[in-house]
């Protein structure tokens, strides 16, 4: 299992806009084959930092996936829509081995976000059902 984080850097001013990326991100993510945690927003502490998480089987998939995401017509519109709204000034993608089943890896990915952010809250925008 591979658990991907896309860390944003995103422009206070345009939270909304990130929403609607976010929403949009949650339809296509899923029907192009990955398993979307979710996306979340700043709520308390840092404005500016944002996450996205999703879960894939294997290195193989994530390639397959990758390549349905770009040709997705959601998928390039969202592209699209976030070069023109430019409402993240950066955005950093990890993809790390899964070492944990997926019930672990989101209740430690929740630790993180929280340590990283030094106790700050985080409003999920998009959040799949626990399993």
């Known amino acids: 299992m591979l658990t991907c984080v896309i860390r944003y850097h995103i422009d206070p001013t345009k939270k909304e806009q990130f929403a609607q990326y976010s929403r949009n991100w949650g339809e296509a993510i899923p029907r192009c084959g990955a398993d979307l945690i979710g996306y979340y927003a700043p709520h308390e502490g840092s404005s ?26 959601l998928g390039k519109e969202n592209y699209e829509f976030a070069q023109k709204e430019r409402f993240f000034t950066r955005r950093r993608q990890n993809v790390s081995q899964t070492r944990f089943s997926t019930a672990r890896v989101t209740e430690m990915i929740a630790v993180i976000l929280k340590w990283s952010q030094r106790q700050a809250s985080w409003t999920g925008i998009l959040t799949s059902p626990p399993n």
């Open 48 to 73: 500016t930092l944002a996450y996205g998480i999703y879960n894939i089987p294997s290195l193989a998939e994530y390639e397959a996936y990758r390549a349905r995401l770009a040709n997705d017509p």
